[in-house]
């Protein structure tokens, strides 16, 4: 019976954790549909309008290391339940907007503290502690929700423009958000221990070597002067920030490429529609295989992805493949962070591993989607940044064999190999 108890309450965690992830992974993939009524209303240049990213990433940077911390001693719960309220008083904050600078204020006060709270640092920090043997592929899954999101919120927000002036739609866009994200946060337990339980269902505590040596009494001096940590890094960084970039600029390129606004919403969701199936092949492959040789296919992957976006000229197929490929290996690197922090870093001290890892990748971030706008500004196209990324993913192939895959004071392991 204690199996079978702990499995169900352990996998309503994931799917809780699904939910919120669904709902904070919507803020970037649908901004790009967001923003085409901002930029009628407020006329800001392209670069500006692409700033609400960069204040995100970077209030998140500045954050996520703090909150990651608050995680690992205060009530997850509590928290995610707080981010939901953010989130959600944020749109119908952005439907009451006078000026792009006020937008860009709630973006930085609301928006990015309920992406930290609802997003991969706390669902990591949560299934961390439910799950251990199986911790990949519940990781996997949760993550999937990002997809989720991606694939639904894109097009309710269209729907919601379609049959509704902007400000009013953004307010029904918060009261479907609240709905969807406080009963979801209402669902978490913070720990498997509050019902009697071990982590995957055991009988037992397991020996999870992950958690009880190397990082569970890290230093943030520590974690920072460890040459994987930035390894990990830059890695997953080059592949997220490429995948913000087109992401938040998708629907304007589309539409410069001919291609009308309701079409253009739907490569969204052929992007979120491919990350998708990226996370459950994740979820299927992770503890098989190993992180290492995962990163390498999602890298080579990506960098074809933007390649092929690079002859966006060609019309909607060419655009809806390399959206395509860059949301199926793309989205395989989307988990890794949350995957490998807790073997690397320990699962007990995570969430300050997490928030610091995190905080490190978001400050990539901060510049992609203006620097997309800004390249277009100048240039006229976005062809040079998304070869500039293309590159960078080749590059990155070099240093993923040197990716430790376990604790710091621990013996190398084979990347094929699970170190759980």
């Known amino acids: ?201 055991a009988d037992t505590a397991p020996a999870d070597t992950t958690s009880s040596t190397g990082a569970a009494g890290l230093s943030a001096r520590a974690i920072l002067t460890d040459p994987t940590f930035w390894l990990i890094a830059a890695t997953v960084a080059i592949v997220t920030s490429g995948l913000k970039g087109m992401i938040t600029n998708l629907a304007p390129l589309a539409i410069d490429n001919g291609i009308d606004e309701s079409r253009a919403a739907t490569l969204v969701s052929v992007f979120a529609g491919c990350g998708f199936i990226a996370k459950f092949v994740f979820a299927a492959i992770c503890d098989k295989l190993g992180p290492r040789l995962i990163m390498l296919v999602s890298l080579t992957g990506f960098a074809a992805g933007m390649a092929c976006l690079t002859q966006a000229s060609g019309g909607y197929p060419v655009i809806a493949l390399g959206v395509g490929l860059m949301g199926l290996f793309g989205g395989l690197m989307v988990p890794i962070e949350s995957y490998i922090a807790p073997r690397v870093f320990g699962a007990r001290g995570v969430g300050r591993a997490m928030g610091l890892l995190s905080g490190t990748i978001l400050i990539a971030l901060l510049a992609t989607p203006p620097l997309f706008g800004l390249i277009f500004d100048l240039t006229g196209s976005y062809r040079g940044i998304f070869w500039t990324f293309a590159g960078l993913g080749m590059l990155a192939l070099a240093w993923v064999p040197a990716i430790r895959l376990g604790p710091r004071d621990a013996s190398p392991e084979p990347s094929a190999v699970p170190a759980e």
Do not use: K
């Open 1 to 201: 019976m204690g199996n079978i108890r702990s499995f169900a309450t352990g996998w309503r965690q994931v799917l809780a954790c699904a939910l919120l992830l669904a709902a904070s992974g919507m803020i970037a993939s649908t901004y790009s549909v967001v923003a085409v009524p901002l930029a009628r209303e407020f006329q800001p240049s392209r670069t500006v309008l692409m700033l609400t990213m960069t204040v995100l990433s970077g209030t998140c940077a500045i954050l996520a290391p703090l909150l990651g911390t608050l995680m690992d001693r205060v009530s997850v719960r509590r928290l995610m339940v707080v981010g939901g309220v953010l989130l959600a008083f944020g749109y119908a904050a952005i439907s009451m907007a006078t000026s792009f600078t006020q937008i860009l204020i709630i973006f930085g006060v609301f928006i990015a503290p309920a992406n930290v709270l609802i997003g991969p640092v706390a669902i990591t920090v949560l299934l961390s502690r439910w799950f251990v043997a199986q911790r990949g592929r519940a990781i996997g899954l949760a993550i999937a929700g990002i997809a989720a999101g991606g694939l639904l919120f894109p097009n309710v927000i269209q729907a919601l423009l379609d049959t509704h002036e902007w400000r009013e739609a953004l307010r029904l866009l918060a009261v479907v958000l609240a709905v969807w994200t406080i009963p979801a946060a209402l669902l978490v337990i913070d720990t498997p221990e509050q019902r009697g339980l071990f982590p995957d269902g």
